[in-house]
């Protein structure tokens, strides 16, 4: 499997992730080897069988859709990396 | 008496004689981590304190004339993945290193009704991936029997610090061979459950259709008797199953007789080391001599299940992953101005470099052209597996495979990411296929390093693989012959 360096960067792009320099070339010798070992599951005689969504057969659970209210926001708020006025802060996002 | 020697229905029973006060064992837990944390590396969070101050209201109860129940006061360690209110839970990572879970985990509410007693939050592979705890971003974790090898992964802290008798038991979690394999390297017995047998409420997501919780234990009885107080269903989490609770260790009959085995063969042929294939062989010689039919089959599927489970796992992982984004909690970079600024740059300093690889590699196989060619031969692939169990299942009881190809390995000799992936080969066709497994020790290579066994059963036949791995420990008793010597 050949994977091309502009690849790695669109999927990397997609993944939110920044790579350096030195990380790219080490994730394109890793990548490669790894898909190629990957393409073993080609080998694998599937044809006419369904896909497996899930390691039980429960296809759908359905309960009441019912409001539980979580009142301890200052657990959660002190979690956040940045908060103000009981509120997560992030930079500008309208200019 | 060597208190942290004991296991947990040991420790029961001197309670509830009275000849130890839970204090006692508390502290002795205390002073065993203390001595052995700077060699072992087990521990992100020691609750020790914590813990003496909750052993001492215990005794008071019992002073006081009043009953406890069976499990108030026993010390568990906790894999640092699982969700503990107001006790950090890191994942091992950067991206977590100062997180505080606003809530507990099913399985802790479980073990907290219980009145079991933290002793703290446990190494791992980063989020979970990887096969040796070298993930971890806080710290490496020593296996017990030779420090210079690696515990396993990447519940390598949960089963080194079972094996070095610096907690009695803990909980592990195991997407594709993380509760077996280290236990297997370690020298414990570790069971990964059927999934959707123990609620994933609270478990930070690696591969969701994968995870599952399961006990680390010293002995088959103390493994069935975490079980208990893990399984059931738990309507947060939709996968958990709505099924009668059984008590595991009523399936501890000590008996074997007319008990079905099959050998898959293809789990004994190249790739496997020939010491352990020698300790596994010895041990089916001993499940005949116990009265069991013993029997070769063929169940080819090891090298297409791994191809599989890598593009599942990280196909799920990517997709899990996707939430740390460095706005409601986790690390934050400081660098950049704006929003998306803040994406790329907490998410590329925040994670390691395995955690960085699954994702890329996740992404592509989910990725546009590369989707069927990967993802969807992977699902059918899973259905082509879990069939293959099946048949096996229809004529046997359990499934004996090895759990590791290896004893442990030495630290950085794995050299490439895919050769650490081999070392589950063994092990991700149960997630694969949803089963259960256990590993427990069958014996020592040349150089002195536990061998694992792995005990496959089908789907919610726990009770069947914990009746087996029992039967042989009672006729074998490895915990007896061997200890962990702390070689350096």
Redesign the interface.
């Known amino acids: 499997m050949q994977v091309s360096r502009e690849q790695l960067l669109h999927i990397a792009n997609l993944s939110r992730l920044n790579l350096k320099e030195e990380e790219i070339d080490n994730y394109l010798e890793n990548l490669q080897e790894i898909l190629t070992f990957a393409e073993k599951v080609n080998s694998a005689p599937v044809d006419g069988l369904g896909e497996t969504i899930g390691a039980n057969n429960k296809y759908n659970a359905f309960r009441k859709d019912e409001v539980v209210a979580f009142d301890d926001i200052e657990a959660l708020l002190q979690n956040a990396p940045s908060e103000e006025f009981g509120m997560f802060k992030i930079p500008k996002v309208i200019q | 008496m060597n208190i942290t020697e004991l296991t947990v229905h040991e420790l029961q029973e001197k309670i509830a004689s009275k000849e130890l006060t839970v204090s006692e064992i508390v502290k002795a837990y205390s002073d065993r981590i203390d001595e052995k944390e700077k060699d072992i590396n087990a521990f992100v969070t020691i609750l020790t304190d914590d813990a003496i101050a909750k052993a001492k209201k215990i005794d008071e109860k019992i002073n006081n004339g009043q009953a406890i129940s069976g499990f108030e006061g026993i010390p568990i360690g906790i894999k640092d993945n699982m969700c503990t209110?107001?006790i950090k839970t890191t994942c091992s990572s950067k991206m977590l290193e100062?997180?505080?879970a606003?809530?507990d985990a099913t399985v802790i509410e479980n073990l907290n009704k219980e009145g079991l007693i933290s002793l703290g939050k446990l190494n791992m592979d980063e989020f979970a991936m990887g096969s040796s705890t070298e993930n971890s971003a806080i710290k490496k974790t020593r296996n017990p029997w030779n420090l210079n090898t690696v515990p396993g992964g990447s519940s390598g802290g949960s089963a080194a610090a079972v094996a070095a008798n610096m907690v009695p038991w803990a909980l592990g979690s195991d997407t594709g061979g993380s509760i077996r394999q280290p236990a297997s390297l370690c020298g414990v017995v570790g069971l990964k459950p059927?999934?959707?047998l123990v609620s994933r409420y609270g478990l930070v997501a690696y591969a969701s259709?994968?995870d599952q919780i399961g006990p680390i234990t010293k002995d088959v009885y103390d493994n069935a008797m975490l079980l208990n107080l893990i399984t059931g269903h738990d309507?947060k989490d939709?996968?958990s199953?709505d099924l009668p609770k059984p008590d595991y260790t009523k399936a501890l009959k000590n008996d074997v007789k007319g008990l079905k085995i099959a050998v898959p063969k293809e789990f004994f042929a190249e790739g496997l080391n020939p010491e352990v294939k020698a300790k596994l062989e010895e041990a089916m010689d001993k499940y005949r001599s116990l009265g069991a039919i013993v029997e070769e089959v063929s169940l080819d599927i090891s090298?297409?299940s791994?191809?599989?489970y890598?593009?599942i796992s990280c196909a799920e992982a990517?997709s899990n992953l996707?939430r740390f984004?460095?706005?409601?909690?986790?690390?934050?970079s400081e660098n950049g101005?704006?929003?998306r600024?803040?994406?790329?740059?907490s998410?590329?300093e925040g994670?390691g470099?395995e955690v960085?690889?699954r994702?890329?590699?996740g992404?592509?196989?989910l990725?546009s052209g590369y989707y069927d060619?990967?993802y969807?031969?992977?699902?059918?692939?899973?259905?082509?597996i879990?069939?293959e169990f099946d048949k096996v299942f229809k004529d046997y009881d359990v499934i004996l495979a090895p759990t590791s190809p290896t004893v442990a390995f030495e630290f950085n000799s794995k050299s490439?990411?895919?050769e650490m992936?081999l070392a589950d080969i063994y092990t991700v066709p149960v997630?694969?296929?949803?089963l259960p497994g256990i590993s427990i020790p069958c014996g020592v290579d040349k150089s002195g390093m536990p061998v694992g066994m792995q005990l496959i059963g089908n789907?919610f036949q726990e009770e069947t693989i914990l009746n087996a791995a029992y039967t042989y420990e009672q006729a074998t008793n490895f915990r007896a012959n061997f200890k962990p010597e702390f070689k350096k």
């Open positions: 209110k107001g100062n997180f505080v606003p809530y059927t999934y959707g259709s994968l309507p939709s996968t199953m090298e297409y791994l191809a599989t890598y593009i990517s996707g984004d460095g706005i409601r909690y986790g690390y934050r101005e704006t929003l600024d803040i994406y790329f740059n998410r590329s994670f470099p960085k690889r994702i890329i590699l992404t592509y196989v990725s060619a990967y969807k031969k992977a699902q059918q692939a899973r259905t082509l879990t069939n490439s990411p895919l992936y997630n694969v296929a949803g789907k």
